[in-house]
């Protein structure tokens, strides 16, 4: 589900990566990594002030199978999160 703002029923961030500043592909790399870190349910917050990751962060956890909870824009950057499915 992609949402301009945080849901009630958005699950409880585990893990934040902060990877503004860093450009692409960063965030994604720094995500692939927490997604091989994390344990199946941990649900990861991405904060990216790069505009790219808003389209290809999700592309990838469509791709990886992963559950996509929300994409917020705040403060000038993103926040994208994932939960981990397997």
Not at 33 to 58: F, K, L, M, N, Q
Request: glycine share 8%.
């Amino acid at each position: 589900m992609l949402t301009d703002q945080p849901t009630m029923d958005q699950p409880t961030i585990n893990r934040t990566i902060d990877a503004r500043g860093s450009f692409c592909p960063g965030p994604l790399m720094e995500l692939i990594r927490a997604i091989r870190e994390s344990a199946v349910g941990t649900v990861i917050a991405v904060r990216s002030s790069d505009r790219g990751s808003r389209i290809d962060i999700p592309k990838w956890v469509e791709k990886a199978g992963h559950r996509l909870v929300g994409l917020t824009e705040v403060d000038g950057y993103d926040e994208i999160v994932i939960e981990k499915l397997h």
